[in-house]
């Protein structure tokens, strides 16, 4: 029973270690005391960037600031419309590339089908010392979701998380939103230790 309780937690984790594929990185002012935060506000009136070669729909937009607010205020930070008596202020950027990847791989199958008939050797490309290979092109479109801080005081930028990832056809067309699990991953690092 302890074998099957471990392998079932093991698998749970590995599990959730693929629900978010992607890349994330943080930087932030290792000279900023991140522990007199209290309230934050949006950047602007406009608080999302958005960057690539397609258009960002509104309610994209709309879900991922959302989801930054939740985040933060389940965080214990207040939000406030008046930037100018927050502690912080939030924005973000939603951005796709849109990229080839082209890679070979072995094919002794494809490149023999025609030799396999009677009396001919089955692999005779592999008897010539020949690699027979196959070419294989696949398109993918990258996302990109930063979120910027500023220190309100200071004018200045505090800290930076970006996550970027491959974005299925799903989550191309809107079928699957991930906006808040993408912002808890990106967030989890904020604030810096």
Known sequence: MRKFS??????????????????????SDPSQNFAAYRTFAWAGEEPMVSFGNRNIPAIVQSRV???IKSELTARGYQFTDDVKAAD???????????????????????????????GNPHFPTIQRNITPTRTVVRDYTEGTLSVDIYDVARRSPVWH??????????ELSGEQETAAADVR??????PPQ
């Open 88 to 118: 912080f202020a939030v924005s973000f950027t939603i951005g796709t590339r849109d990229g080839t990847k082209t890679t070979e791989i072995p094919d002794y199958f494809w490149q023999n089908r025609l030799d396999w008939a009677w």
């Open 161 to 170: 998380g970006k996550g970027t990832k491959t974005l299925s056809s799903r």
């Open 6 to 27: 471990a392998a079932l937690v093991v698998g749970s984790l590995f599990l959730a270690g693929c629900a978010t594929t992607g890349r994330i990185t943080t930087d």
């Open 65 to 67: 600031a959302q989801s």
């Open 185 to 190: 991953v990106i967030l989890a690092k904020f």
